[in-house]
């Protein structure tokens, strides 16, 4: 997106968050946190993580069941993650001209044509590379809701409510993901195969454009307001310095834990315990049940001690979990491995994001795609290496490539976070009292998840 100058950027302070939630379209949140007093507009930027999360964590568990319904090697299944990743990329490469260009609403309604269309053509090509087609565009569609619902989030609420919101977001998003494998799992059982538990996602992607197309205003494209603090360009252009790298590579980390235990968790149960197709697909559940109950309840823990010491904690829980995981040989063990590991992966993407949003310096919109790219890559190659390690070492093996993410994204977290005494701490990194305030330190910056 075009950078804002400071001649058309809102001051910096409380005036400036209530200028943004004027051109949002709505009044002042009375308590983003949770969910119970959450306003109109916020509501309508949650359903973008319910949405995606629903589609997302079906989609993983029925790419394996389409694989073995075609006889697809390990290797060709796990191009459906490289698919996903491309659109991902598509999506963070647009986004920041989605909104200049269109408008929230508009953004928001574009994102669900797409995803409806790419999910269809998904279930419905008769071609191995029609159907990966279709993945790309469902990407670009569900990628760019959740990063239109992110941006919104911080633009309408301001810096540390948004950080507690965009917790509450993903949760809502891993409750919706929770109930998708479930329905997978049951459908498969019952013989209705898993195209029926997907084609359910289409009543859902109505209803969502419905609600965007009633809650968000159709004015004046929403933009970044200009942070004017002491690492910020003069220009309005994002700048990264190396803890935000460092930062970036745990958030990217996460990202490979979740989707490499997403893609290929149902297999390694398969291989290690035996299970049917149709409880392994299910036993997803577990991982998604973990990160939705760290995500829902994290709020007051971050508020006390702040994300940097929740993050690397959940890098171990995480790999704890793994270890479960991967040693179990009946299926009740490893879907409390995946229970457990979903506790701590749940925590990774949301506070390790918030955390690099804060790091880095420059525009709302900006900074989120450069996660949106980041991650749609590690998306992509993820899932497809650990399949392609899959075929020459089998699946139990290749699975070692996660403790991996969890040291590089341990040490990413831990050397990013050391502050610089020139600047001052992010409410996000240090244990922050009270609630929501839109109130905006100049030296602080506002935490931009």
Request: with cysteine; net charge positive; charged share 10%.
């Amino acid at each position: 997106m075009a950078p804002e100058s400071p001649a058309t950027a809102p001051a910096a302070g409380v005036s400036s968050a209530r200028a943004v939630t004027a051109r949002a379209g709505t009044g002042p949140a009375r308590d983003p946190g949770s969910p119970l007093g959450a306003d109109r507009f916020t509501w309508s930027m949650f359903a973008t993580f319910a949405l995606w999360g629903w589609v997302l964590y079906l989609f993983g568990p029925a790419t394996q069941l389409l694989g073995a319904e075609r006889g697809l090697s390990d290797t060709l299944t796990g191009l459906h993650g490289t698919a996903m990743a491309v659109g991902a990329v598509g999506a963070g490469l647009l986004m920041p001209r989605a909104v200049p260009r269109l408008g929230r609403r508009r953004q928001l309604l574009l994102a669900a044509v797409l995803l409806g269309a790419g999910l269809v053509g998904f279930l419905l090509a008769p071609w191995f590379a029609l159907g990966l087609a279709a993945v790309v565009v469902m990407s670009v569609g569900g990628n760019l809701a959740l990063g239109g619902g992110t941006a919104g989030l911080v633009l309408h609420l301001g810096p540390r409510s948004a950080a507690t919101a965009l917790t509450t977001g993903n949760g809502l998003g891993t409750v919706a993901g929770v109930i998708g494998p479930i329905l997978l799992g049951v459908a498969v059982g019952l013989g209705f195969g898993w195209r029926a538990a997907m084609f359910v996602s289409v009543p859902i992607i109505v209803a969502t454009f419905l609600l965007w197309s009633r809650t968000v205003a159709a004015d004046a494209p929403l933009r970044a307001p200009d942070r004017g603090d002491a690492g910020s360009t003069d220009d309005g252009k994002l700048a990264l310095d190396r803890r935000a790298w460092l930062l970036l590579a745990a958030v990217v980390s996460a990202t490979a834990i979740e989707f490499a235990t997403t893609f290929w968790a149902a297999s390694l149960l398969t291989a290690s315990t035996g299970a049917s197709a149709g409880l392994a697909a299910g036993s997803t559940s577990g991982l998604i049940a973990g990160m939705a109950l760290s995500r829902l309840t994290c709020g007051p823990a971050t508020r006390r001690w702040g994300a940097v010491p929740l993050v690397a904690v959940a890098f171990v829980v995480a790999g704890l979990g793994w270890a479960v995981l991967w040693t179990a040989t009946v299926p009740a063990v490893a879907i409390v491995g995946l229970t457990v590991s979903g506790l701590g992966v749940g925590l990774l993407f949301p506070l390790g994001n918030a955390l690099f949003l804060a790091a880095a310096r420059g525009p709302v919109d900006s900074a989120q795609s450069v996660t949106t790219v980041a991650t749609g890559i590690a998306i992509g190659v993820v899932p497809f290496l650990l399949g392609a390690l899959a075929d020459q070492v089998g699946v139990h093996t290749a699975f070692l490539v996660v403790p991996v993410f969890v040291v590089v994204g341990l040490a990413g977290v831990l050397l990013g976070s050391r502050r610089r005494h020139s600047v001052a701490p992010s409410p996000l990194t240090s244990g922050a009292t009270g609630t929501g305030s839109r109130s905006r330190s100049r030296s602080a910056g506002p935490p931009r998840p």
